[in-house]
């Protein structure tokens, strides 16, 4: 009879449903297809999806290629440690380092223009977290991730770790600038 | 042993039956769990005065390590020692069956308090801070892993001494017909425990191995996608618990029949068949997997989860409404509500519970486990804003609503507090509403989890949050101090009753047992000769719905506006 007893019908796939129930579960049903269906509709329509390309890499393999990048397209230095700025031409492939607690190089990218944006972590388990912007995404060590990034706004980013990586996990924070042309 | 020689008694108020041993061992797991609250509630306090950016009690070191104890504490021991007790009492009592193996019930006691001892042990000796999900290559101390294996090991034995009991009920006839929903869904729970445990034992074990070095690495993607196998699932076995745990109390308060045994029924099947899918909604913002494969999981392959969570919200407050109507409290739409019995803890409990584990904890978990969407919150201090929505509005208050049932039942004490025990899930819930809604506020200011500083000093290169992330923040803090009062007040009560209180008639026991008779009311069945049986109710869930669909096109048209991402 109640919920705590036997039910009434043994055979309880049988016994009739309300039209309460009815109509709830299918306009329930009808909304879970809308949601479904906005996932692959935002892959055909939508310009935000994240990419999948990703490669096995080792921190030499990636260090290598991301040094290179720094070596040749640095326009400046900045704070004590003397960390490169990195402008790379439009269109033109940027790597990011996480390691313990650094972001490396910074960034200098240009509005409206599309980047290859290579993510990889060298040690333990990073996030990279754009703000005020609020993009996240997971980055992990023997993972390079490939995302295509187009800034819409010029201004100062700062990027944040937000995966917990040890005792210095606060102090993980770098910047990113988008100018105009 | 001889089935005549087992113990049994009679509560005379509520006409449940309690095996001796099973009762002992459900008294066991749900007193360990409430001192895995206390620790987890202490540990609290340290949380929010040192996240709430203007006190900033704690160091950094100090404070990650007590947020790693915080979340093992809280989501593992406390919820997991409940809900063994939820087992037993859905199995043993509500069937009026001896309980399978008491004293292999006992082993598994044994191994889950080891176990969680050893491993909170290993995470206040201070090397061993890697947060409740241990993603490699963080390193921990192997009692760290050993203490958790043994505790999952510990657990899966008492789902199987679940399942032992209803195999003897079953065979020595003690109810007539199906089980009840109740056990039904207690049963749903224990399915999808096994399966955790399982997926715990898959990557955990490796783990413990790759800690004292026999094994070289593990690969963190791999480690990810099958460690939340088990770190998601072991949630969803709480909305299977609590879900159940709500049906008990709309039967227990107001004797409620479920609207229809087959919707609610098959909503419990449609958990045990899709919720599992869900790990993947931790899995959107990593590189490495597919996205037909992100979005397939992630929505439970077409939300048939959330449809299952949407008809059990429905079905819960609705059966209630019919009870009530029933009784003559039918005068327009909310009568039926205005007229329950707003100062009982267990309904008030209840109530608060559903309601805020669908509105905030059910609303923004979808918002979240959308592919896209997801990058919009990953890793921000959103997400323990979700999951204190579900795990402690949902499933705690649910156990505490339970509780305040339990102890003249179980424990066979009179409440102490009752005035007090009137306020506690006002107090608890309603702070803890706050708490979540500020906790995603600052979320979706950017503002990280699992991060001690937010002023990120000694940076080089710090960032500034806007004011209102602060304020957030401050808020948190506030609210999540009124909520720590409120589970003061909860262990107190429960604490001081079991102590102190009153003892009350409880029945003899004797080695005579009754049968789970089949109601006798068999021609209401469904009650759909009333037509629209439940309309206050569904007035309520389209409200619901409408809060959803709003909220949710809001996240999109947020997420349009951000840089391009391909």
Known sequence: MSAIQPPAQRIWWKQPLDKVELVWILIAFTWCLVMFFMMPYWHVYGKQNLATETYRTTPDMFAKKAQAVVDKYTVRTETDEKIPVVRPPAGGDVYLIARLWAWWPILELEKGKSYRLHLTAMDYQHGFSLQPENINVQVLPGYEHVLTVTPNRSGSYAIVCNEFCGIGHHKMVSKLYVVDK | ?566
């Not at chain 2, 201090?381 to 039942?409: D, K, N, Q, R, S």
Request: glycine fraction near 10%; include cysteine; proline fraction near 4%.
């Open chain 2, 1 to 566: 042993m001889a089935v005549s020689a087992d113990l049994f008694r009679t509560c005379p108020r509520t006409g449940l039956q309690f095996h001796k041993p099973s009762e002992m061992l459900m008294k066991a797991n749900a007193v360990a769990a409430v001192v895995m609250l206390l620790i987890g509630g202490v540990l609290a306090i340290i949380m929010v005065l040192t996240r709430w950016q203007a006190v900033h009690l704690v160091g950094a070191e100090d404070f990650y390590m007590y947020l790693t104890a915080h979340g093992l504490a809280m989501l593992a021991y406390w919820i997991i020692f409940f809900e063994i007790a939820v087992l037993y009492f859905c199995s043993s009592t509500l069937l009026k069956s001896r309980l399978a193996t008491p004293r292999i019930a006992w082993a598994a006691f044994a191994l889950m308090v080891l176990g969680s001892v050893m491993n909170l042990v290993a995470v206040f000796k201070g090397d061993s801070t890697v947060m409740f999900t241990s993603y490699v290559p963080l390193p921990a101390n192997p009692m760290f892993y050993l203490g958790l294996i043994l505790f999952a090991v510990g657990a899966l034995i008492g789902c199987f001494v679940f399942l032992g009991t209803l195999v003897i009920a079953k065979a020595e006839n003690t109810y007539e017909g199906s089980i009840p929903l109740v056990t039904f869904g207690a049963l749903t729970a224990a399915i999808i425990a096994i399966f955790t445990i399982a997926s715990g034992a898959i990557i955990l074990i490796p783990t413990f191995l790759w800690s004292v070095g026999y094994i070289k690495a593990i690969d963190p993607l791999l480690y990810r996608t099958v460690w939340w196998g088990f770190g998601h699932s072991s949630q969803q076995i709480n909305v299977a618990a609590h879900v159940a745990v709500w049906y008990a109390i709309a039967a227990i308060v107001f004797g409620a029949k479920p609207m229809s045994e087959r919707v609610s029924r098959t909503a419990f099947l449609l958990y045990i068949l899709f919720l599992q899918l869900a790990s993947a909604h931790h899995l959107l913002s990593d590189p490495g997997l597919g996205t037909e494969w992100k979005v397939f999981n992630t929505s439970y392959a077409m939300y048939l989860a959330v449809l299952a969570s949407m008809i059990h919200g429905l079905t819960v407050p609705g059966s209630i409404e019919l009870a009530q109507r029933q009784k003559g409290y039918t005068k327009g739409l909310f009568e039926w509500i205005r007229k329950a019995p707003w100062g009982n803890p267990s309904f008030s409990g209840m109530m608060i519970s559903l309601l805020g584990f669908g509105f905030l904890g059910g609303i923004s978990g979808v918002m979240m486990g959308t592919e896209q969407l997801n990058m919009l919150i990953h890793n921000t201090i959103y997400v323990p804003g979700h999951f204190h929505a579900t795990v402690v509005i949902g499933t705690t208050l649910a156990f505490m609503a339970i509780t305040y049932f339990l102890l003249p039942t179980l424990f066979k004490r009179e409440m102490i507090l009752p005035g007090l025990a009137k306020w506690q899930p006002y107090l608890f819930g309603l702070s803890m509403a706050v708490f979540t809604l500020a906790m995603m506020g600052a979320g979706t200011l950017g503002v990280p989890r699992r991060h001690w500083d937010i002023t990120f000093a000694g940076a080089s290169l710090p960032y500034e949050f806007p004011g209102a992330a602060w304020l957030m923040l401050g808020i948190v803090g506030v609210a999540g101090l009124v909520a720590i009062v409120g589970g003061i007040v909860y262990i107190l009560i429960v604490v001081g009753s079991i102590l102190f209180g009153k003892p009350v008639d409880a029945g003899a026991y004797s080695s005579e047992r009754g049968v789970l008779k089949m109601p006798v009311e068999v021609a209401l069945t469904g009650h759909g000769h009333a037509g629209f049986a439940a309309p206050g109710t569904f007035v309520v869930a389209l409200v619901f719905l409408g809060a959803f669909v709003l909220y949710y096109f809001v996240n999109w048209k947020y997420l349009s506006t951000v840089w391009g991402l391909s």
